[in-house]
Every structure is written in structure tokens, then in C-alpha cells.
């Protein structure tokens, strides 16, 4: 016979008591995430897609709350109004369905569910459908996922960065989203709502920044090792900010004092670091130049991706305007750089640099038994002060553009800051070719081509004809501009 035991519905016990009293502050701190003070707090708002959201949110919690009070106390209260009180109470009467009542918990659940579906679909339409007409100049950007970081490209401005979304105060900014590798998601907490970023699939999204600030946003879509550190900022700006930021972004730095820190710092980024990270994205046709590049160091690294000395890498360009690194782990200063360069695992778990870099790795290729970069402390200290002292300059040092007097160029400076991370002037391959006795060898590579012919066909257009044993990883590098490419086939064919 059923049976009820009387200790079926136990009242808290001491030991209950405890447990509850214990939870309660780590209760308490989680729900601490969500004041709206919090940086990545979805309630202290920035913007008005995130506070419609918000608000959307906060509709549903409150029907959700009555609904829990109202179903839970009914229950509570026949539990406890119709206990069992003693061994002589009998089971009441067993009735099996009553069709008024079944009607009504159908009918009003439809009711709450279509009040919450109305508002939740017009604000799902209305948000992917577009930046509305009526709400000024659109600013373009794409956004583009890797692992494990953000690249922002804006196209009509011909801009490119990494993890720091520059955007102007009130302008509605419409984004496409991808990803490069594997599914990450977008995501402004204080501005806007997440949308994923998927290979070979464009998403779209507008959003609006509604105050002056620095906000956080972060990948919310686990996509690895590193994904709880893949995060970016927005740095939401007046107006005129923005533009002066804009305009920096097309200015080069001033080029480095002779013999300074700064000077050795280029040279050593040029050969260690330029392969993967571009940091001169300033002149016309840079911008082309770098989402080129950007594919290339995907194509070598998904070549193979247990061996490849090349990854995709965040743009540096003007970095020393940034104010964090690591995708936003760290705010960046020279310390914090010198110990991004010398270990950047302990910084962020995973990062692709210390495994691939041919700077953690011996001569032979093997990694470095103690995962240090080989260069000395001030070597890398060098190279942070040379990345930090990279901000717009006084608008002469454009090192791109075509020189009135290019008798004066130097082809081994060209050399040095774009090739040298992929060439060396000997024998040894490091990405590309060694490049020892270039001249001769061009001069019967193919018929009909000069061997000056064949280097300036190389540089410009290097998928052309690629040496045996190699894969075509090198992108255009025409951006140069004919006086560079004339200095640098000139100082090729003089490598023996
Ligand atoms: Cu990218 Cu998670």
C-alpha cells in the first residue's frame, strides 16, 4: 500500500542551516557580476541597443519572477495545507483529469508566451535588419574572429588594427562579422548584444555608442584554449577624436634616432617579429597589402600547422597608442610588453607566438628547451621600446611612399624592414628562399625575363612562379612603390 513517510517534507535542520549560511556570500558574489558598474555588466548600459535588450530582459525576468511565485507557492501550499498529519489519514480521493483546469494551464501559458514573443521578435527583426535610415552617417566595420584575438578592418577609410575598436560617439556602426578559423562571438556587453563570428559566413550587426568611454568586449563563444582571454576593447570617442584617431592611423611614425633603443628595437622586430605582425600599415595601399598578408600567414600556417614558423597575427600599426595587449589582458607598458615577449603563455594560455615563432625555437627549428625567446633582456627590452614608441609622427616618415629622389634610397633598409622576416641574405631557408647569389639564378629561372625582370615579378607579384619545394605564402608586396622595388632588386643581385 503507498505510504507516506512523515519525514517526506523535512523542515531545515541545523546542518541546512549551515550550508545555506555559507552559500550566501558565494551567492552573493556572483550575483555581484551583474551591478551595472561592472565592465561587463549587461545592465549599466552604453548604448541603445544593449538597453533595449536590457529592458527586454528585465520585461521577461519580472513575468518569469510571478509566474515562479504564483506556480511554487501553490505547490508549497498543498504541500503543506494537505500533509499527512497522522497514521490515520487516509489517501484522499484519487480524480484523474478535470477538463476546465486543463484548458485554463494551456491557455494562459499560450497567452504569457506569445506577450513574451511579440517584443522579443520585433526587437530581433528590427535589430537585424539594419542600421535604420534615419540615424546618420554609418561607419563600416568587419570584424574578424581568430584565435585568439580581434581584427578590425574599417573599409572606407582603408584601416586596419587589432583589439581596439575605435568608434565614434552616437554613430550607428554596422559591422560584418567572421572568423578566420573557428566559431568565436562578438560581443560589447554595455553596447550591444553577441553575435557569432563564423568562417566563411558573414554576420551582421549594428550597434550604437552612446557614451565617451573605454568599454570591454570579449568572445563568447568557447573556441579553445584561450578563449576567457579573448577579449577587446571599444574605445567610443568624440567625433573629432575619432577622426584625429583616423588620420593617425594614416601617419607613420617618425623613423628612430640612429643608434637609439628604438633603432635597434626596428632592426630586431624586422627580422623576428615582421613575418607575422605588420606594423606599418600607413600608406595607400597598406591596407590591401595587410588582408593579403593576413591570408597569406593563414595559408602557411594551415600548410602545417604543427611546423609553421607563420600565424595570423594582430596588427601593430601605431601600437604604442594602444592601451592594453594580449587581446586585452594586460594594460600595455613596457613592462608588461618585455614580459608578453619573454613568455607570453604565462600570459595568455595557448598563444600561437610562443609555439610558432622562430624566435622560441632553435636553429634546427626544435622549440627552446626553456620556452624563452633567443634574445637577450635587452634585446627584448629594445623591441618593447621600439613598439611602444610606434604613434603617429610628424607626417615625414611615411617610409612607403615613392621618394622624389630615389637615387637615395637605400635597398638594404627596404630589405631589412620588409623581408628580413621571411629571407635571409645567406643560404639558410627561412620562410622564403635564402637569397645568396639571387641575381645569377634569376637571370635563367624564366625564359624570356631578365634577372632584373625576375625579382621585380617576384616582389610584385610572387604566386607568378614559385621556386620548387616552396608553397606560395609570399603576398603581392607592389605597395612598395617603384623607387623601393628598384633599390631593393638593385641590392638583391648584389647578395652573393
Ligand atoms: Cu574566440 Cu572564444
Not at 249 to 265: F, Q, R
Request: hydrophobic share 40%; glycine share 8%.
Amino acid at each position: 500500500m503507498f505510504r507516506v513517510s512523515k519525514s517526506f517534507f523535512p523542515l531545515p535542520s541545523a546542518r541546512t542551516g549551515t550550508a545555506a549560511l555559507l552559500l550566501a556570500p558565494v551567492a552573493i558574489a556572483l550575483l555581484a557580476a551583474c551591478t551595472p558598474d561592472n565592465a561587463q555588466s549587461t545592465f549599466g548600459t552604453a548604448g541603445p541597443i544593449a538597453e533595449d535588450q536590457a529592458n527586454l530582459f528585465k520585461f521577461i525576468f519580472w513575468i518569469a519572477a510571478v509566474v515562479f511565485v504564483l506556480v511554487e507557492g501553490a505547490v508549497i501550499y498543498a504541500a503543506i495545507r494537505y500533509r499527512r498529519r497522522s497514521d490515520s489519514d487516509k489517501l484522499p480521493y484519487q480524480t484523474h483529469g478535470n477538463t476546465r483546469l486543463e484548458i485554463t494551464w494551456t491557455i494562459v501559458p499560450a497567452i504569457i508566451l506569445i506577450g513574451v514573443a511579440i517584443p522579443t521578435l520585433a526587437q530581433i527583426w528590427g535589430q537585424q535588419s539594419g542600421v535604420p535610415d534615419d540615424l546618420g552617417e554609418v561607419l563600416n566595420v568587419e570584424a574578424i574572429g581568430h584565435q585568439w584575438w580581434f581584427e578590425f578592418r574599417y573599409p572606407d577609410h582603408e584601416v586596419i588594427t587589432a583589439n581596439e575598436l575605435h568608434i565614434p560617439v552616437g554613430r550607428p556602426i554596422s559591422f560584418k562579422i567572421v572568423s578566420q578559423d573557428v566559431v568565436h562571438s562578438f560581443w560589447v556587453p554595455k553596447i550591444a548584444g553577441k553575435v557569432d563570428m563564423v568562417p566563411l559566413n558573414d554576420n551582421f550587426m549594428w550597434m550604437i555608442g552612446s557614451e565617451v568611454g573605454t568599454f570591454y568586449g570579449q568572445c563568447a563563444e568557447f573556441c579553445g584554449i584561450a578563449h576567457a582571454h579573448m577579449r577587446f576593447r571599444v574605445i567610443v570617442q568624440t567625433e573629432e577624436d575619432f577622426q584625429a584617431w583616423l588620420d593617425g592611423m594614416h601617419t607613420a611614425p617618425d623613423a628612430p634616432a640612429p643608434g637609439s633603443p628604438e633603432a635597434t628595437g626596428q632592426q630586431l622586430f624586422a627580422a623576428n617579429c615582421s613575418t607575422c605582425h605588420t606594423n606599418n600599415s600607413t600608406s595607400p595601399g597598406s591596407y590591401a597589402q595587410e588582408i593579403n598578408t593576413q591570408q597569406a600567414r593563414w595559408n602557411g600556417w594551415i600548410s602545417d600547422t604543427e611546423n609553421s614558423l607563420i600565424v595570423s597575427a594582430p596588427n601593430l600599426t601605431n601600437f604604442g597608442d594602444h592601451i592594453t595587449l594580449g587581446a586585452g589582458l594586460k594594460d600595455l607598458n613596457q613592462d608588461s610588453l618585455v614580459a608578453w615577449i619573454t613568455d607570453p603563455s604565462s600570459i595568455k594560455i595557448g598563444t600561437r607566438m610562443q609555439k610558432h615563432a622562430a624566435i622560441y625555437r632553435t636553429p634546427d627549428g626544435e622549440l627552446r628547451p626553456d620556452g624563452k625567446p633567443g634574445l637577450s633582456e635587452s634585446e627584448i627590452s629594445d623591441i618593447a621600446t621600439y613598439l611602444l614608441s610606434l604613434k603617429p609622427g610628424s607626417g615625414s616618415g611615411d617610409d612607403t611612399a615613392d621618394s622624389p629622389d630615389s637615387g637615395s634610397i637605400d635597398g638594404a633598409a627596404v630589405f631589412a624592414t620588409n623581408c628580413t622576416g621571411c629571407h635571409s641574405t645567406g643560404d639558410d631557408t627561412k620562410i622564403g628562399p635564402g637569397l645568396a647569389g639571387v641575381g645569377e639564378r634569376a637571370a635563367s629561372r624564366v625564359q624570356g625575363l631578365s634577372a632584373d625582370e625576375y625579382i621585380e615579378q617576384s616582389i610584385r607579384e610572387p604566386s607568378a612562379s614559385i621556386v620548387p619545394g616552396f608553397n606560395n605564402l609570399m603576398p603581392p608586396w607592389g605597395h612598395l612603390g617603384d623607387d623601393k622595388i628598384d633599390a631593393l632588386v638593385t641590392y638583391l643581385k648584389t647578395l652573393k
